[in-house]
């Protein structure tokens, strides 16, 4: 079968590979759309620590199945949703239900060969009905799903004045879905391109050269009730907890390789609330999906690019160089 392969930084083919083998338990997915994720350019740039290549990427997927092997509730063309997240099922956080932080995680397409191929085997398990949505839309779900997650963390109020720092596709996401829980958002970037996108979404967003002019201070006042930063950047993480209030909660969605550091008096002066947020569970693809079908969450303004399968060694390069306007890039078989 046809897959994309990243054999090496900056060297992405189509090669031809031998089919997935199917075990017990697992079913067997004809791929239908690939959504490229910031960790997707990552791999491609050669700037993800600890991968090792050649890798085929790929983990926002949707498709449908093609051979069930007997597990329940699936039948050959079902459309499905994929939960790229394999987790151990028996550590301390898999038996609480915390399946997105297994001790032992590991994301297709990551940690071993992903979606970015015509067919995938994956546990049934992993697999959820993209029942109402459209196959576009559903390989959208896994990149929602961590926003949505974030925002179920956090415990937000209805009414509460939210803070989102970083509006990529995983900020955007936080915003939709605290928008949804009923949070008053505004929006934080530095580029120009994303701030424009934002607004055009309809959120209130600021440049990072505006946080000390007279409308953003109005609108942060003493403080947000809830912050969540979505940036990957550690000066953007270091400082966002100074636009929490007193008893405020802060949220980590971004990560990356480095020390936060923060100021303890500060900390504790605010009895903060700080909350790290990984992934996402079965509960969140749920509410994504059924977010979606309610029409609450613009699908068709963030599927901003697309492509064909055997462009992707030409769109996926001149993409990592040249993202203005670029929200979520799909993958089309």
């Known amino acids: 079968m046809k897959a994309i392969s990243c054999a090496a930084p900056g060297e992405l083919a189509l090669v031809d590979i ?12 004809r791929i239908r759309h690939i959504g490229i994720c910031g960790t997707d350019y990552h791999i491609f740039e050669g700037t993800h620590p600890f991968l090792e290549y050649p890798r085929i990427m790929g983990h926002e997927l949707s498709g449908t199945v093609v051979d069930a092997n007997g597990a329940a509730g699936f039948a050959a063309g079902d459309p499905v949703v994929i939960n790229p997240y394999l987790n151990c099922g028996h550590c301390p956080a898999c038996l609480e239900g915390k399946t997105n932080c297994c001790e032992t995680l590991k994301v297709i397409g990551v940690h071993s060969d992903g979606g970015m191929a015509e067919e995938i085997v994956m546990p049934a398990g992993n697999l959820y009905p993209a029942t109402g949505i459209s196959l576009r839309d559903a390989a959208m779900v896994e990149f929602l799903a961590i926003g949505a997650h974030a925002v179920r963390r956090s415990e937000l109020k209805s009414g509460a004045r939210t803070l989102v720092v970083g509006s990529g596709p995983i900020g955007l996401g936080v ?11 505004t929006v934080v970037d530095a580029a120009p391109d994303k701030l424009a996108a934002t607004r055009a979404l309809g959120f209130a967003a600021f440049g990072v050269d505006e946080l000390e002019g007279d409308a953003f201070k109005a609108v942060k006042r003493s403080g947000f009730d809830a912050v969540f930063d979505a940036t990957g950047s550690i000066r953007a993480m270091n400082a966002s907890l100074f636009h929490c209030r007193s008893g405020a909660s802060y949220t980590l969605v971004g990560v990356i390789k480095g020390d936060l550091v923060w100021p303890d008096p500060e900390v504790h002066r605010r009895e903060l609330t700080i909350r790290a947020s990984r992934n996402a569970t079965r509960q969140d693809f749920d509410h994504v999906m059924d977010s979606i079908r309610k029409g609450l969450v613009p699908t068709d303004k963030l599927a901003t690019h697309s492509t064909s399968f055997d ?12 993202r203005e306007g670029l929200i979520k890039a799909i993958i089309n078989l």
């Open 18 to 29: 031998p089919a997935p083998q199917n075990q017990p338990g697992w079913v067997r997915v």
């Open 175 to 185: 915003a939709f879905f605290a928008k949804i829980a009923g949070g008053d958002v």
């Open 311 to 322: 462009r992707v060694p030409v769109d996926m390069p001149h993409w990592t160089h040249h």
